[in-house]
C-alpha cells in the first residue's frame, strides 16, 4: 500500500552563492543612478550604460588586446610559478643560502617595476617581451617567500628526529618540507595571478603597441573615457576568473591541509 506524498518542499535560496552578483548589480545601479543624478560629466565619470555601450561599440579592440593582455600575463606567471618554486627551493634548503638570497630578494622586490621597465625596452625593444617579463618580476616574489616559508615551519626537534633515524637533508625535503610548503605554494598563486595582470598593465602603458594597457592609453588620448573605464572591467574580469581558478586548484590540491570551513 502506497502513501501519498505531499508536495516537493521549495528549494531555499543559497544567498551566499547570490550575494556577489547581488552586490555588482547593485553597485552598477547605484553608481548610474548617482552619476545622473549629480550630471557629472561623462568625460570624468561615465556611467555603467555609458561603459556598455563603448564596450559594444569597439568590442573588435577591446577582444584583441585583452586577449593580448591574457596571453602576456599567464606566460609571465608561468615563469613566476617555476622560477619562484625553484628559488623559493633553494632558498628553503639551507639557512646560509636564506641569509644570502633573501636579502638581495627584498631589495630587489622594492624597486619599482615600472622604473624597470625603460632598461627593458632597451634590452628587448618595445613589445611583449618586456611586458611578459615585467609579469614575472613583480608576481615571482609572493611564490618564493611563501614556498621558503612552508619549508620553515618544518620544526627542528622533527628534523632532529629524522636525521638520528638516518633520514638524509634531501629526503626531510621530500618527504616532509615539499609536502609542509605545498598549500603556501598553491595559496600564493592567488596572490602572484594577480600582480602579474598589474606587472603587464603597467609595461603596456609604457612599452608596447597591444594590449588592454596600451588601448586605455589611446582611449585616454583621444578622451574616451567609456572606453578607458571598460579596459578596466576588462582587467577586472580576467583578474577574477584567473584568481577563481587558482582558487579552485588550491582546494583541489591541498584540501588535505584546511580543516576549517574558513578556509577557501
Known sequence: M????GPAAPREIDWIKLSPWIYTI????IWEVVVRILGVPPYVLPTPTAILLAAIEFWEAIWKNGLQTLMTTLAG????????????????WSRAIYAGLYPLMIGFN???KVAVVPILVLWFGIGTVPAIITAFLISFFP????VATGLATIEPEME??????GAKKLDIML??????????FFGSLKVAITLAF??????????ANSGVGHMMLTAQSNFQVPLVFAGLFVLAIEGIVAYALMAWVEKRMTGWAHRSGFAQ
Open 2 to 5: 502506497t502513501t501519498p506524498t
Open 26 to 29: 547593485a553597485l552598477f545601479v
Open 77 to 92: 606567471f608561468a615563469l613566476a610559478v617555476v622560477g619562484g618554486l625553484a628559488i623559493g627551493l633553494l632558498v628553503g
Open 110 to 112: 622594492s624597486v619599482p
Open 143 to 146: 611564490v618564493v617567500v611563501n
Open 160 to 165: 632532529d628526529v629524522l636525521k638520528a633515524l
Open 175 to 184: 618527504k616532509v618540507g615539499i609536502p609542509r610548503a605545498l598549500p603556501y
Open 198 to 207: 598589474v606587472g603587464s598593465v603597467i609595461a603596456e602603458t609604457v612599452a
